[in-house]
């Protein structure tokens, strides 16, 4: 199945799911609770949110600084704007699923485990790997590059044709 179709059914699946707990919760509670409860979860969300970003941002910092390549925090950083995004969607499924991804312990593990399986098959990067520049030469990438510095003759002078 491709990915447009995986989008195409959750796009008409969520929805769904999402109108029939809001129906359940509603009958359980109370419209007017149904709604607050919504709100609540999306401010609560948005909080949680920001707080875990920063810090995320802050280890992305602390790694690169060390001259590491930040996957895992790269990783996690995305599984947070997932995370902000169904917490904004009004709905109780999608509120779980969101804070599910907030969790630090659980969103460092998925994220080690994408690593792991998805990406470390084809690259040949390790997750704690150091990022070091070296010249061409050391990486035996380029054995044809010579350097120089070259003049154009043919070009007249600017300070000839301002005499």
């Not at 029939?20 to 919760?25: C, K, N, P, S, T």
Request: overall charge negative.
């Amino acid at each position: 199945m491709n990915p447009f179709s995986i989008f195409l059914l959750l796009l008409i699946i969520v929805p769904v799911v999402e109108i029939y707990f809001l129906i359940q919760v509603g009958t359980v509670i109370g419209a007017f609770s149904t709604v607050v409860l919504i709100l609540a979860t999306a401010v609560l969300g948005a909080y949680l949110f920001r707080a875990q970003g920063v810090a995320t941002v802050q280890r992305i910092q602390a790694v690169l600084s060390r001259g590491e390549i930040p996957a895992v925090e790269m990783i996690e950083g995305a599984m947070l704007l997932v995370s902000g995004a169904l917490l904004l969607t009004p709905g109780f499924v999608t509120d779980a699923i969101g804070f599910f991804c907030l969790i630090p312990g659980l969103r460092r593990r998925f994220a080690k485990y994408v690593l792991a399986n998805q990406f470390m098959s084809q690259s040949r990067f390790q997750a704690n790997d150091t990022f070091q520049q070296g010249s061409r030469r050391d990486n035996g990438l380029d054995d044809h590059v010579i350097e120089g510095e070259f003049k154009r003759e043919d070009e007249p002078d600017s300070r000839k044709n301002n005499e």
